[in-house]
């Protein structure tokens, strides 16, 4: 491995896209440092342990948002709002053309998702700010506006750093962002943890569990992850002019986690939305009454959380892989699977190991969402959002490695899957 790195550190192209990350990264972590005027960090801290949707963007930003600085929103309001313009790709007929119109309908669908994440930056940042508690040292309309337009400016700069990454670096800048914010957040946990079982020393015996379990864990994203079943496909032969075209085999390869970690995170903000609006108006008796029974790790929530998490895996699957639309480009370029005609019956047999993949996925999924949340709920510890940390971060880390490999396969070089 040393090796490949040094042999693709000596490919100019791909070490600048190297540098260029890295520096990227750098100005990421910097800009974590610099903290936004007029805000009572302690009240901020207070509202993160009474609220698990804050909580949960204190992992993703990389207690960015604990310590308020520029960055305190992180890549959060664009996740949400691709999330939701992906959903309303399906429902807007419109829009629906437009991702079917290649790199200028998705360039399209882009911008709408960047002005999506502006308007939801400023809701955000005004909600913190301004209508969740007192977090602001001088409450006036200026202060307020001037910590609102430094984190939704924050937001912006990092989106527009993300986008930078997968232009000119390795691998898919939001992500990489996102990556490096629970990377950073490890030692203040790891802290913690220890500092608990100081405190208690009947929980020494945790250590060991937590290794093994983190291990297993590492071990099923990875298996997961890169799991695909493959569907030999064949293409007959055509004479065009004088060339004859296909007579090939192949396969298809239909990935068992299609949809990654996004059913994870949109299932978590919409189990603990109840909670959210109930710190937005906590006034109102029987939505905080509501909010109790449903917060974050009890057995309701959780069942929900897992239902959720589940039907989402379906539904973002079918969003970004068509049966129908794989069926007619086979049929359309002479391409058929073996034993199954072409038209509605490879569209029915796609479909049903589909369903198969992503039932599999889908449990996965929910199976490393809740174990840390059941494993903290017996011990005491803080694991609620271990196993999606976990998730995010290998399967950012594989599909980085992919791209730095692709890149490499392309100079005819051995990479690291070799």
Partial sequence: M????????????????????????????????????YINTQAVEQLIGSNSMLGLLNIISGNNFSNFSIFAMSISPYITASIVINLLTVVIPSWERLS??????????????????????????????????????????????????????????????????????????????????????????IQSLVLTMQTDSSKLYLLPIMII??????????????????????????????????????????????????????????TMFPSTLAS?????????????????????????YVVLTIAFTFFYT????????????LKQYGGFIPGIRPGAPTVQYLSKILNRLTLFGGLFLALIAIIPIIVGNVTGL?????GTSLLIVVGVALETVKQLEQQMIMRNYKGFLK
């Fill in 2 to 37: 040393i090796q490949t790195i040094k042999r693709a550190w000596k490919i100019p192209d791909l070490r600048k896209r190297i540098i260029y990350t890295l520096i990227m990264i750098v100005l990421f972590r910097a800009g974590s440092f610099i903290a936004v005027p």
């Fill in 100 to 189: 079917k119109e290649g790199e200028a309908g998705r360039k399209k669908l882009a911008k709408y998702t960047r002005y999506a994440a502006l308007l939801l930056s400023v809701i955000q940042a005004y909600g913190v700010t301004v209508t969740v508690g007192s977090v602001l040292l001088v409450n006036t309309f200026w202060v307020k506006l001037l910590v609102i337009t430094v984190v939704t400016a924050g937001s912006c700069l990092l989106l527009w750093m993300g986008e930078s990454i997968t232009e000119k670096g390795i691998g898919n800048g939001i992500s990489i962002i996102i990556f490096v914010g629970i990377i950073s957040s490890i030692p203040s946990a």
């Fill in 213 to 270: 379990f983190i291990l297993l864990t590492v071990a099923g994203v990875v298996a997961v992850q890169e799991g695909t079943r493959k569907i030999p496909v064949q293409y007959a032969k055509r004479v065009v002019g004088r060339k004859v075209y296909g007579g090939r085999n192949t396969h298809l390869p239909l990935k068992v986690n299609q949809s990654g970690v996004i059913p994870i995170i949109f299932a978590s903000t919409l």
């Fill in 280 to 304: 937005f108006f906590p006034n109102v008796g029987w939505l905080a009454s509501f909010a109790e029974f449903m917060s974050w790790g009890k057995t309701v929530p959780t069942i929900i």
């Fill in 318 to 329: 079918l969003v970004t892989f068509n049966p129908q639309d794989v069926a007619n480009n």
């Fill in 382 to 386: 803080n694991l609620q959002f271990g």
